[in-house]
């Protein structure tokens, strides 16, 4: 997707950006800290360490975890119950989550032991700082959380490096153990202190990590959402007319608007619309696939602004149990539970499905003799011999019955762990995970729809589409051949994907759309 091109962030007690957590993420942005916020951390550290050497139990310090609450832990022994704690939490399994997630866990996790509400040391903020900054990637399993005491398992993963101990992924991506490349870094392993283990893995970063991620790529689809559908709306011989300003004021949802006005845009000066605006045009109105495009598109659009809402909160708190108050308080909460990000995370996942059900439904209409109003059938070079694209909307059906089934929320479930201590959880690491899937799969379901597009305008000559979707065509057609006969159509798909991948398709549209 297209660069954010952030050199430098600086983490300190302000709230990050969406845009400075996706940059550190994807292009390996460095990681300065604010020397106030260290100088707060080292203030705040000296209360926690007074707590440590009192007689009253305090959790997370002189007391264990959890179910196991109520333990009082000697002094001799509380480093070893911070590090058993990292250890015995990094219990995930499975696939290792890509490196982006990963980095964008470290800095939210960075930026909130960087608020002062956490007790922890300057010296553990460093090394997470630092290991961000090495391109050392944490090996981080796909399975463990439960979205409640925040993202606890995958969190561990990273602490867990910090220790010396486990897998990363080093520079070049080679699977490496944690401690020999923290030397070879230049990185001292942490020998976390009391309260350290609980402020290193209590929070939702794993789950807004990708909720941020999922947000900047959704954006930039949905942009494409509407300049594939008015490719196809062109390409059928569909009207503009149903995106007029005037019509969508009559219900004035923000995304609804903005849709249609750039739908509008990308068809202007059509030389195929034109083509069929005549009186003699006997087609009163188009397929629901065409004409409410702007309304499914803009209804995913209002949830992507509503889930950045929730996003822009989450990134402006600092998450831990318990957490020390600015009058020096240190008190258990519950705001790691995931409910709020989980709800839009399955939100998100339900739009996605629909945008990619409507595209589904323009394709079949592109390949269907019977509604083409005049393409071949398949848009094949010889219907018969050749099958042109009918296989691409398999691929796609399969692909739009996948996203249904990802649709299906996650943060209804909730299963009791702890000795039900953790009796309802939030599923939100889960939610996020199927949520990336869904854009995945977003992403095929559009470059089908963009390559079907594409191959019917060429088929619509000698009339000529808008510049906008003239410039697209021609853009697909540095990647991928126009008609003729059958060829291997695997690899014309996956190219178009890198098309839009790069962010080049989404280049040609700011370039050419003017709004």
């Given at each position: 997707?297209?660069?954010?091109?952030?050199?430098?962030v600086?983490?300190?007690?302000?709230?990050?950006?969406?845009?400075?957590?996706?940059?550190?993420?994807?292009?390996?942005?460095?990681?300065?800290?604010?020397?106030?916020?260290?100088?707060?951390?080292?203030?705040?550290?000296?209360?926690?360490?007074?707590?440590?050497?009192?007689?009253?139990?305090?959790?997370?310090?002189s007391?264990?975890?959890?179910?196991?609450?109520?333990?009082?832990?000697?002094?001799?022994?509380?480093?070893?119950?911070?590090?058993?704690?990292?250890?015995?939490?990094?219990?995930?399994?499975?696939?290792p989550?890509e490196?982006?997630?990963?980095?964008?866990?470290?800095?939210?996790?960075?930026?909130?032991?960087?608020?002062?509400?956490?007790?922890?040391?300057?010296?553990?903020?460093?090394?997470?700082?630092?290991?961000?900054?090495?391109?050392?990637?944490?090996?981080?399993?796909?399975?463990?959380?439960?979205?409640?005491?925040?993202d606890?398992?995958?969190?561990?993963?990273?602490?867990?490096?910090?220790?010396?101990e486990?897998?990363?992924?080093?520079?070049?991506?080679?699977?490496?153990?944690a401690?020999?490349?923290?030397?070879?870094?230049?990185?001292?392993?942490?020998?976390?202190?009391?309260?350290?283990g609980?402020?290193?893995?209590?929070?939702?970063?794993?789950?807004?990590?990708?909720?941020?991620?999922?947000?900047?790529?959704?954006?930039?689809?949905?942009?494409?959402?509407?300049?594939?559908?008015?490719?196809?709306?062109?390409?059928?011989?569909?009207?503009?007319r149903?995106?007029?300003?005037?019509?969508h004021?009559?219900?004035?949802?923000?995304?609804?608007?903005?849709?249609?006005?750039?739908?509008?845009?990308?068809?202007?000066?059509?030389?195929?619309?034109?083509?069929?605006?005549?009186?003699?045009?006997?087609?009163?109105?188009?397929?629901?696939?065409?004409?409410?495009?702007?309304?499914?598109?803009?209804?995913?659009?209002?949830?992507?602004?509503?889930?950045?809402?929730?996003?822009?909160?989450?990134?402006?708190?600092?998450?831990?149990?318990?957490?020390?108050?600015?009058?020096?308080?240190?008190e258990?909460?519950?705001?790691?539970?995931?409910?709020?990000?989980?709800?839009?995370?399955?939100?998100?996942?339900?739009?996605?499905?629909?945008?990619?059900?409507?595209?589904?439904?323009?394709?079949?209409?592109?390949?269907?003799?019977?509604?083409?109003?005049g393409?071949?059938?398949?848009?094949?070079?010889?219907?018969?011999?050749?099958?042109?694209?009918?296989?691409?909307?398999?691929?796609?059906?399969?692909?739009?019955?996948?996203?249904?089934?990802?649709?299906?929320?996650?943060?209804?479930?909730?299963?009791?762990?702890?000795a039900?201590?953790?009796?309802?959880?939030?599923?939100?690491?889960?939610?996020?995970?199927?949520?990336?899937?869904?854009?995945?799969?977003l992403?095929t379901?559009?470059?089908?729809?963009?390559?079907?597009?594409?191959?019917?305008?060429?088929?619509?000559?000698?009339?000529?589409?808008?510049?906008v979707?003239?410039?697209?065509?021609?853009?697909?057609?540095?990647?991928?051949?126009?008609?003729?006969?059958?060829?291997?159509v695997?690899?014309?798909?996956?190219?178009?994907?890198?098309?839009?991948?790069?962010?080049?398709?989404?280049?040609?549209?700011?370039?050419?759309?003017?709004?």
């Open positions: 997707m297209t660069r954010i091109g952030i050199d430098r600086l983490v300190g007690t302000t709230p990050l950006t969406a845009r400075q957590v996706v940059a550190v993420a994807r292009e390996g942005s460095e990681v300065t800290l604010a020397d106030d916020a260290l100088d707060r951390l080292a203030a705040v550290r000296e209360h926690i360490d007074e707590l440590a050497r009192g007689t009253r139990p305090a959790y997370g310090i007391t264990g975890f959890g179910a196991l609450a109520l333990r009082h832990i000697a002094p001799e022994r509380r480093v070893d119950l911070q590090r058993s704690l990292i250890r015995s939490h990094a219990a995930g399994a499975g696939t989550v490196p982006e997630v990963v980095r964008a866990m470290m800095l939210l996790r960075l930026r909130t032991l960087m608020s002062g509400h956490t007790g922890v040391r300057p010296q553990t903020a460093l090394t997470l700082a630092r290991l961000l900054n090495s391109g050392l990637v944490p090996v981080v399993p796909e399975y463990g959380s439960l979205g409640c005491s925040g606890l398992a995958p969190l561990s993963a990273v602490a867990l490096a910090m220790m010396g486990g897998e990363v992924f080093g520079v070049e991506g080679a699977l490496v153990a401690g020999p490349a923290l030397v070879a870094a230049g990185i001292e392993p942490l020998v976390p202190a009391e309260k350290e609980l402020a290193l893995i209590n929070g939702t970063d794993g789950m807004l990590g990708m909720l941020l991620l999922a947000l900047a790529d959704l954006r930039q689809l949905l942009d494409l959402a509407d300049l594939t559908a008015a490719m196809s709306v062109e390409a059928l011989l569909g009207t503009d149903v995106f007029a300003a005037d019509l004021t009559l219900r004035p949802h923000p995304g609804q608007m903005e849709s249609a006005a750039r739908m509008l845009a990308v068809l202007a000066d059509s030389g195929i619309v034109a083509s069929h605006r005549g009186d003699d045009c006997p087609r009163v109105q188009d397929a629901y696939s065409l004409r409410c495009a702007p309304q499914v598109h803009g209804a995913a659009r209002d949830t992507v602004a509503h889930a950045a809402t929730v996003a822009e909160r989450e990134l402006a708190s600092a998450i831990d149990n318990p957490v020390v108050l600015s009058d020096g308080r240190v258990s909460n519950g705001n790691f539970h995931g409910a709020p990000v989980a709800y839009v995370l399955d939100f998100l996942a339900i739009a996605t499905a629909d945008v990619a059900s409507i595209a589904e439904r323009r394709t079949d209409r592109m390949l269907d003799v019977h509604r083409s109003h393409l071949p059938a398949f848009l094949a070079d010889d219907p018969g011999v050749d099958s042109g694209y009918m296989i691409a909307q398999y691929t796609q059906a399969g692909v739009v019955s996948e996203l249904k089934r990802l649709a299906v929320p996650a943060s209804v479930d909730s299963i009791p762990s702890s039900m201590q953790e009796d309802h959880v939030s599923m939100g690491w889960s939610a996020a995970r199927k949520l990336r899937r869904a854009v995945d799969g992403t379901v559009l470059a089908i729809e963009l390559l079907t597009a594409a191959r019917a305008l060429d088929m619509r000559a000698p009339l000529t589409p808008a510049p979707t003239g410039a697209v065509r021609d853009l697909v057609r540095t990647a991928v051949a126009g008609p003729g006969p059958d060829r291997h695997a690899p014309e798909i996956a190219a178009v994907v890198e098309l839009i991948r790069a962010g080049a398709v989404n280049e040609v549209l700011d370039r050419e759309v003017n709004l």
